[in-house]
């Protein structure tokens, strides 16, 4: 996959360095040896290709390069200063759109992670080549999968910063992803629905860089940090059981969602009713796709739920875009549901 790339990068007549050590959810030594590498080689443009831990990681190593601030700094809302090196972004998985989006996610010790958000942190090109997805294992095209459709499904129901144009990304991403999942994992070389998907992802991703995500995401972080659950599969595990807290608020918003993605579909109904055809659609998928369905079924006990409470809660800047506020006690619940 790596070698057409580069390639016909080298044989454009530029030096190219190759940083291999990215791990998934990369802590922050990862991050900063590959700065160090990149600047000792006197680097002036980074592409990241890969998943959404390695185009993250390329985000921040252009930010560090260009910026020349400390990564413990950039931790937060708007926080990096100064510039960054030109950046190009080719997503080989459909999920995390992280390719368009302006945050990189950084895991900061043995159970925490922190998030950098910037506008900064947008490529400057983003190349959607659905050929880098022919091939990608069914578990891996579900959990991105999945995770992409989270991304639109809170985008449009965000509290905070919701408006048109990201309800419009956030439709046409759960239209492609929704009638095109299923297919992408029964037939991983399925170019149509690879196509869609890796569209699918990218319109979700500009969605939620426009309509931030909630509750599902600030609830799973702590399921990929503590217990390295992928984050797709992490969503999949709470979404229904969200949808279901937040259905006494946001029942309006997912009867629209419904009426774009539910198959058949009536708009007979309550929006109450519209809210359960919609709940029930996403639990088929999930089923179909082979995705695990409880939190007992990635090792998680009832003993760690207060844990995971823990950790969700300090999830403010996710919270605070859900459409139904979240306590601690909700919380648990959730989890409880999901267990």
């Not at 252009?62 to 960054?84: F, K, N, P, W």
């Amino acid at each position: 996959m790596l070698d057409p790339a580069l390639e016909s990068v080298q044989a454009s007549g530029l030096r190219v360095i190759m940083i291999n050590t990215v791990i998934a959810d990369p802590p922050e030594h990862v991050v900063l040896d590959a700065a160090d590498l990149a600047r000792s080689e006197g680097v002036e443009i980074v592409v990241g290709m890969g998943g959404g831990s390695s185009l993250d990681v390329a985000k921040l190593v252009a930010v560090l390069l260009g910026s020349h601030q400390t990564l413990d700094t950039m931790y937060g809302v708007d926080c990096i200063e100064g510039v960054r090196l030109p950046l190009v972004q080719i997503p080989t998985t459909a999920g995390t759109g992280a390719e368009v989006t302006s945050v990189a996610i950084v895991t900061t010790g043995q159970t925490t992670k922190a998030g950098v958000v910037s506008p900064k942190l947008y490529a400057d090109i983003a190349i959607l080549d659905a050929e880098l997805t022919i091939g990608l294992p069914s578990h891996v095209t579900a959990a991105t999968g999945v995770d992409a459709m989270v991304h639109a499904i809170e985008a449009f129901t965000s509290a905070r910063m919701k408006n048109p144009l990201s309800d419009m990304l956030a439709r046409r991403a759960l239209e492609l992803l929704s009638r095109n999942i299923i297919a992408a994992c029964r037939d991983g070389a399925d170019r149509g629905a690879r196509e869609a998907m890796l569209l699918g992802a990218s319109l979700a991703g500009q969605a939620f860089s426009n309509a931030p995500v909630a509750a599902i995401h600030a609830l799973a972080y702590p399921l990929g940090s503590v217990f390295h659950i992928p984050h797709g599969v992490s969503n999949a595990l709470l979404l229904p059981h969200v949808l279901r807290f937040n259905a006494s608020h946001a029942a309006h918003l997912y009867a629209d969602v419904a009426s774009w993605i539910v198959v058949p579909y009536t708009h007979d109904g309550d929006t109450s009713s519209k809210t359960n055809a919609l709940i029930d659609f996403l639990e088929r998928i999930l089923e179909e796709i082979g995705l695990p369905r409880t939190l007992k079924a990635v090792g998680v006990t009832r003993d760690d739920l207060p844990g995971l409470v823990n950790d969700a809660m300090k999830q403010q800047r996710l919270l605070i875009n859900n459409p139904r506020a979240v306590s601690r006690e909700d919380a648990l619940a959730i989890y409880e549901a999901a267990f």
